[in-house]
């Protein structure tokens, strides 16, 4: 069976793994797109397109439904220095590895910005810098469009007195 | 009346019906002691499981299994959770954000600078330069021990204990187990004070200035990518660095690494081929005309430790170990601070080293006395031999299997009659070859003996194959040091 | 006069003064408040069984005295590290009087995590948030008197590298072990 190879996370995948993610799109066997499965990153099967024409079509290229939520979802090791993103998954259920992203304040909802990929991931979270991985880093995606949910305000916590 | 937090539910049903189980009294509350049985606390399992009735416990660890049925998610990552959004909730109440105040610190630079490898690496060489070479090494080792060595102890101390001990103590034997050449006090009392003591305190007080500023992280970040390929992660740069200081407490502070093949591997490392302060402060000195032989002792000591590394993690099986870490900012040490700690570091030394000192001056009076040592140096001879060093510095690694520094110091005395070349082959092997007692008698108490002798039977043979090789290649290429 | 303070019902150490531990994060300055804390008494020990080291010293406010005992960083009562362990074996075995939890404006939002598991404890907190010069420089302002009225329990600003706060602090000490009504502290 012929693979794709997603552009922006590197997953190899089928052409039947990705048909899941098309599932209730009445355009999904003529629109000539396929989303990765990992990423949800939105690439042409054909013709070709160069990387720096394929960024400027995220998202709205595929009419009448609207940008698919997951188009702004990516493993955070897809972003650049610089790039700033909101947790939205943590892509393992290893009581260790979610133990050490939680003791740095990993959580979902945390927005971070990479400041360095290289030796190890260096992210800040608020006014904190913290230390990964490559390994750690992969288990999580981020929403680059996404305010942050965690980040003071917006959540409603029932507190009680005691 | 202090806040108290309400988790969802399902969880909340779980503590209570917990806590009504949970019949003994604890530190504690029982809110706390349910909520750490839900996160599978195993010390708390402990607790709970010898305090209270058997069939309750049982009760309790099904509650746990039941609640966790119901998450996808491990019940520790979710109370984490939801107690993470109460507390960001409540920081957003009370901390507010300004404007920035704008443009960075010098501290906020010199932290970006430190973390990023083009420049980072070249200021780890400037640290490891002033702090490791020249106060160590030429300050410490240098002018403090030529002080205490040459004036106290040579001037004054040990003619005075030698005339003393010649007048007061009737018996030849005994006479030379307080003074002379292997005294207790001439030899172990002299190293301990005179070459120890100022260059591992000089070492604490370099290290306790960089622990302090919040260097520590930056760097085990910078080096986690080559300590991955040796089957380390960064954190175990702060063993490694302790190593240059004292290996024994280096082989303690090991246990603080996570898995169990991690420890060992660094108990190995240390063991081999991270030279301490005292030892590195002799072989500095010994070196120090000669720049050349400097560099291929240093690279041939990188080299070992990094193919030695690379070797074990691959034949010892085990996950890749992960790293994580904050790291904090960069910030001036607090004088304070760095004075006790190096003093905490040096009481700790005197404590646990010091003892084995006398004992290993006792081994030698010993092995002097009986004639053990003849022996042993005969047999070592021809070792030495093979590898293109003089049958006379046989002594030298006899001396160094009783303490790493006595055997650097001795060949410190002979430097005259060595050529470069010698001196190289020399310090390496010397450096590579077994453990100080003390270190030993911590990996034995750390690591176990099956580890250790394992340990050590491979480091006898390789110190010697190693040293054999590179006198070899040192041979081959005509590198003149 | 030694003891004169203690006023909760806890158990009294060795020495018979009752126990402040300081607990916290790593590098939020617990041994900078230790220090000034306690004064040239202190012992340093490894904990029973492990390599982690633990201070112990002699604290003095006022007619006041107390044993104050600074532990290795921690994180969450649930730890990770050796270190996290320790901390929390020690808070268990030790039966504090008090528990002062030090932490630092710019990590609030993760550390407030611990607070409040101490408080889910059932332990005597008091909130020290330090290097508060640090945060204002970062534009960070802190309404501590919220934070105390939200908490429920006493919380001072300090930044203990310049000594600032720490009388504050020994006030808040005194208050807690005496047993009177808790002032809410702040500056």
């Known amino acids: 069976m012929k693979r794709e190879k997603c552009p922006f996370c590197g997953y190899e995948f089928t052409a039947e793994e990705a048909a899941s993610g098309c599932r209730g799109c009445s355009l999904s066997s003529s629109c000539g797109h396929t989303c990765c499965p990992k990423c949800g990153y939105e690439l042409a099967l054909r013709p070709w397109q160069p990387p720096w024409r394929r960024r400027g079509r995220r998202g709205g290229t595929r009419p009448g439904i609207g940008v698919p939520e997951s188009t702004s979802m990516r493993p955070l090791t897809s972003l650049p220095v610089g790039g700033t993103g909101v947790i939205a998954q943590i892509g393992s259920n290893e009581a260790g590895v979610l133990q050490k992203l939680a003791s740095l304040g990993l959580f979902p909802g945390r927005q971070v910005k990479v400041v360095q990929k290289f030796p190890a991931y260096v992210l800040q979270i608020g006014h904190i810098l913290v230390a990964i991985d490559k390994d750690l880093a992969a288990h999580l995606e981020v929403d680059i469009d996404k305010g942050p949910a965690l980040d003071y305000k917006n959540k409603e916590t029932k507190m009680g007195g005691g | 009346m202090s806040l108290q937090i309400t988790y969802e539910a399902p969880l909340e049903e779980a503590v209570a019906r917990i806590c009504e189980l949970l019949q003994g009294r604890y530190p504690f509350s029982k809110r706390a002691v349910a909520l750490l049985l839900l996160q599978g606390d195993a010390e708390m399992q402990a607790e709970v499981a010898a305090t209270e009735e058997s069939k309750s416990y049982e009760l309790v660890q099904e509650i746990v299994r039941q609640t966790q049925a119901g998450y996808q998610r491990p019940l520790n990552f979710v109370i984490a959770q939801w107690r993470q959004q109460a507390t960001a909730d409540l920081a957003a109440d009370v901390v507010g954000q300004q404007a920035q105040s704008p443009g960075r610190s010098l501290a906020d630079w010199l932290g970006w600078l430190t973390m990023w490898p083009v420049t980072g690496i070249p200021i780890l060489a400037v640290v490891l330069y002033f702090g490791l070479y020249q106060f160590v090494g030429v300050f410490g080792a240098g002018t403090v021990v030529d002080f205490l060595e040459a004036t106290l102890f040579a001037g004054y101390i040990n003619p005075w204990v030698n005339s003393t001990v010649q007048i007061h103590v009737p018996w030849m034997v005994l006479q030379s187990l307080i003074a002379g050449d292997y005294g207790i006090i001439t030899l172990g009392v002299r190293y301990a004070v005179a070459i120890i003591l100022p260059i591992v305190g000089s070492f604490f007080l370099v290290f306790s200035v960089i622990e302090d500023s919040g260097y520590l992280p930056r760097l085990a970040m910078l080096v986690d990518w080559l300590f991955k390929r040796i089957g380390l992660n960064g954190r175990a740069v702060i063993p490694m660095a302790l190593g240059f200081g004292c290996d024994t407490m280096a082989t303690l ?12 591997i660094a108990t190995l490392l240390l063991a081999l081929a991270i030279p301490c302060s005292a030892q590195l402060g002799v072989i500095l000195a010994l070196l120090s005309g000669r720049p050349t032989a400097m560099a291929l002792w240093a690279g041939f000591l990188l080299l070992v430790f990094l193919l030695v590394g690379y070797l074990t993690s691959r034949l010892l099986p085990g996950s890749r170990p992960s790293f994580y870490l904050e790291l904090p ?12 700690k190096t003093l905490i570091r040096m009481q700790w030394y005197f404590i646990e080293v010091f003892p084995l000192f006398v004992l290993a001056s006792v081994l030698l009076w010993a092995g002097q006395i009986t004639g053990a040592f003849g022996v042993i140096i005969s047999w070592l001879t021809p070792v030495v ?35 470069g070349q010698q001196l190289v082959v020399a310090a390496a092997t010397l450096t590579l070859f077994v453990p100080c007692i003390a270190q030993f008698s911590m990996m034995l108490k750390e690591r176990g003996w099956k580890a250790t002798l394992a340990i050590v039977v491979f480091i006898f043979p390789f110190a010697f194959v190693a040293g054999y090789v590179l006198n070899l290649a040192l041979t081959w290429l005509g590198v003149a040091a | 006069m030694a003891g004169s303070c203690h006023g909760s019902p806890g158990e009294v150490g060795p020495t018979g003064l009752p126990k402040v531990v300081l607990v916290g994060a790593p590098n939020v300055g617990k041994s900078v408040l230790f220090n000034l804390l306690t004064g040239a008494y202190v012992t340093v020990s490894n904990y029973p069984g492990t390599t982690v080291e633990v201070s112990r010293g002699r604290g003095r406010a006022g007619e006041c005295e107390f044993e104050v005992i600074d532990t290795p960083g ?11 362990q ?28 611990l607070t409040l598991q101490l408080l889910e404890a059932g332990l005597t907190v008091i909130l020290v948030v330090n290097i508060l010069d640090e945060a204002r420089r970062l534009g960070l302002e802190v309404d501590l008197e919220k934070l105390s009225r939200r908490l429920g329990i006493p919380v001072v600003g300090t930044a203990a590298v310049r000594g600032q706060g720490v009388d504050l602090l020994k006030k808040a000490i005194v208050e807690r072990l005496t047993g009177r009504p808790a002032e809410r502290v702040a500056v």
């Open chain 2, 329 to 340: 900012p960069l910030r001036l040490p607090q004088w304070r601070n760095v004075l006790a």
């Open chain 3, 74 to 84: 921690m994180y969450s009562l649930l730890g990770i590290s050796e270190e996290e």
């Open chain 3, 86 to 113: 320790v901390s929390r074996r020690l808070l268990w075995q030790e039966r504090p009087d008090l528990v002062v939890h030090v932490m630092e404006a710019r990590a609030m939002d993760r550390s407030l995590s």
């Open chain 2, 385 to 419: 031999e093979w590898i293109g060093l003089p049958g006379e510095t046989a002594r030298v690694f006899l001396f160094g299997f009783f303490r790493r520094d006595y055997g650097a110091a001795g060949l410190y005395d002979m430097a005259g009659t060595l050529t």
């Open chain 2, 253 to 264: 502070v090991s246990r603080t690494l996570e898995t169990r093949r991690e420890k060992l």
